[in-house]
């Protein structure tokens, strides 16, 4: 439901300028941290890595499209096999992004979107010898995010995001990397 949602809007923002068309697409990671008010579960450091489609509707407005998978690994440096809890995400995100250029070829800008998103925590908890039975969390909610990004005359471009996801219990305060090529 979430994926036909998310592409409905892809190809009706292509469509509404179609004259003016200019995609682009790319990759992203990054890292950061998942805070939780959930007392079953922990904090923990989060990585994500995924792909994004930007249809630019002018020089300074686009509309984002971003599909994410990662994960919450409570034992980022070392944990004993098996002991871990672990919370592993996945983020369906459509934004409006509005840039403001700061030189010829770097820009910063602003973003503001839905975020479609689905939890699971799993696995046994390092500080508890039962195992932890799973835990699913899903729901929308908004997204934010701030960033500067260099655009090349070839078409590539590549930048850098700190993004606020705000999911029911949990909150995601992740720095991303990006990749893209503009066609």
């Known amino acids: 439901m979430r994926s036909a949602l998310f592409l409905l809007i892809a ?35 989060a990585q ?8 630019h509707l002018d020089e300074k407005s686009s509309v984002v499209g971003t599909l994410i998978s ?10 004993p096999i098996g002991a871990t809890r672990k919370a592993n995400f996945n983020l369906q995100q459509v934004s409006y992004r509005h840039s403001a250029p700061i030189s010829r070829r770097w820009s910063g800008f602003g973003e503001v ?19 932890s039975p799973a835990n699913k969390n899903s729901g929308i909610n908004l997204a934010l995010g701030i960033g500067v990004h260099f655009m090349a005359d070839n078409g590539f471009q590549a930048g850098v995001k700190y993004q606020y996801l705000p999911m029911g219990k949990n909150t995601l305060g992740i720095v991303t990397g990006f990749l893209g090529f503009s066609f």
Not at 22 to 40: E, F, H, P, R, W
Not at 72 to 79: L, R, V
């Open 11 to 45: 190809v009706l923002s292509f469509n509404l300028h179609a004259e003016q068309a200019k995609n682009t697409l790319g990759v992203t990671a990054g890292l950061g941290s998942m805070k939780t008010s959930d007392s079953a579960e922990r904090n923990g450091a």
């Open 48 to 55: 994500q890595a995924g792909i994004f489609y930007e249809y």
């Open 70 to 79: 990662g994960s919450n690994d409570f034992c980022f440096i070392a944990c």
């Open 113 to 131: 979107g839905v975020n479609a998103y689905q939890i699971k925590y799993d696995g046994n908890d390092l500080y508890s010898p039962t195992h």
